[in-house]
């Protein structure tokens, strides 16, 4: 199912078409299939960060969560610790994450961070 995913996404890039992807990234598996897929293909990797306190209030008012699953994939999420670019939504409002990964986008940097990231083992599990 994950290789259908990233395969699903690997197409639509090839086609010319920009897509935005929100997934979780929580284990080699998953990890090395997105990699393996996408490395020679445009990936700005944002990492979207808030504190361990936000998480577990957020999971508590979504109400459609297990309860602690956040907490447990939290080390595991954040142990890439390579982003082209990252957010705090704790701290900044859905509005000004947009711009900023507009700014980016518009910017012309590379997107690098994805290709340093398959160029090193990565241990998620």
Do not use: W
């Amino acid at each position: 199912m994950i290789t259908l995913f990233y395969s699903t996404i690997k197409f639509m890039s090839a086609k010319g078409m920009n897509i935005v992807v929100d997934t979780v990234n929580d284990n080699d598996e998953r990890l090395n299939a997105c990699l393996g897929l996408l490395s020679d293909h445009p990936v700005l990797f944002v990492g979207v960060t808030c504190s361990k306190e936000e998480l577990i209030r957020r999971e508590k008012l979504r109400g459609d969560r297990e309860i602690g699953l956040a907490i447990s994939q939290y080390d595991k999420v954040y142990c890439l610790g390579e982003y082209d670019i990252e957010l705090n939504t704790e701290t900044l409002r859905p509005n000004e994450c947009a711009n900023l990964i507009l700014n980016f986008i518009r910017s012309n940097r590379e997107y690098s961070a994805f290709k340093k990231l398959n160029k090193r083992s990565v241990g998620v599990s």
